[in-house]
């Protein structure tokens, strides 16, 4: 009897180590099995990249004039006003002139006087009845007058100030009844159509620029809006202070609503690449001063470290180191994933989701 429940004994203790050694090894079975994490992705694609050169400016007057009076004398009106929009010619003010007037008319029978002896005395010349040397004498009387005619039907005309071309009025600096002489600055007139962007290029990038290359200006005045120009003139030598080298941009202003003086942020397209790599901003992360993508293949996810380039827009970045075109990388869940995790891609996600 006592053998018999020894043995009933040892043979419950060894079927308990049995069913230890089961469970142990189930659970590390499950172990090695981990549920996959769901993650959406896109293909590495290529993308238009736009390289530019960022400067900061001035717009100013593609010319600007100082009108001034040309005769002496009173201003008896003011035809345009700050702000007026003018064309070459348009008369912009006048100056008494009744005096030169006068003198025109006296000039012109003086002429008229001269330009009847000439005609008398050609017969008489040719009939000998003056001499040549009379006749000389008739014919420079008469280039006299006319030159005085002349001279004084110019200062009739100077005395109205006419805009010297197409532009807007900047200033007006005199009044109807001030009293003017030669050389009074009357108003400042300036063209703004187009305007010229005026800024300074860092000696860096000096040799990526060149005339005619597009220009995309910004004014605080209009924020989300750009102005397109091209680069019109290189400067020859460079500033020692700033190391930098100022280069003028045309831009067109037809509609007139920038104004010279405005501050500008400018970005000159240097280059275009046409097949630049770029993948969603959704599938980049970093930490600790390391970017890096998961590259998906065969439903495991990799870790790549990569370099990253310019800001596309639309929610994609350019990548110039790290990964190719057309490889799969997660777009979500990064935060779940490591190196080598298993994954599962959604199948009802579009791509890039």
Request: glycine share 10%.
């Amino acid at each position: 009897m006592t053998r018999l429940l020894v043995g009933l004994a040892l043979l419950a203790a060894l079927g308990g180590a049995g069913c230890g050694s089961r469970s142990e090894a189930e659970g590390t079975a499950g172990a090695t099995k981990p549920e996959p994490v769901t993650i959406t992705t896109a293909p590495v694609a290529t993308r238009m990249v736009e390289r530019t050169i960022s400067v900061v400016g001035t717009l100013t007057a593609n010319m600007q004039a100082e009108v001034a009076a040309e005769v002496e004398g009173q201003v008896t009106g003011i035809e345009a006003d700050l702000g007026d929009r003018v064309v070459k010619d348009q008369v912009l003010a006048r100056v008494r002139s009744d005096v030169l007037e006068a003198r025109l008319g006296e000039a012109e029978a003086s002429y008229e006087k001269a330009l009847a002896d000439e005609a008398r005395g050609r017969p008489l010349k040719d009939d000998k009845i003056i001499s040549a040397q009379e006749y000389e004498q008739v014919r420079t009387a008469l280039a006299v007058a006319k030159a005085r005619r002349e001279q004084l039907r110019i200062e009739v005309e100077r005395a109205t100030i006419r805009a010297p071309f197409d532009g807007s009025i900047a200033a007006r600096l005199v009044d109807a009844g001030n009293y003017v002489r030669p050389g009074t600055t009357v108003f400042r007139l300036v063209q703004d159509d187009p305007l010229k962007f005026r800024g300074e290029i860092p000696e860096r990038d000096v040799p990526a620029v060149e005339a005619e290359q597009q220009v995309r200006v910004s004014v605080d005045a209009y924020p989300g809006e750009a102005f397109q120009g091209r680069v019109s003139r290189v400067g020859s030598a460079s500033n020692p202070q700033a190391r930098s080298l100022a280069f003028e941009a045309l831009v067109p202003n037809t509609d007139h609503r920038v104004r010279p003086g405005f501050f500008g942020r400018a970005e000159i397209i240097v280059r275009r690449d046409e097949r630049a790599v770029a993948v969603p901003r959704s599938a980049v992360t970093s930490f600790a001063g390391v970017t890096k993508i998961f590259v998906v293949e065969d439903g495991v996810a990799h870790e790549r470290e990569v370099t990253l380039g310019v800001d596309l827009g639309d929610g994609w970045v350019e990548i110039t180191q790290g990964v190719t075109k057309g490889i799969q990388v997660a777009t979500s869940g990064l935060s779940k994933l490591a190196d080598g995790t298993v994954v599962q891609v959604r199948a009802d996600a579009p791509p890039g989701a």
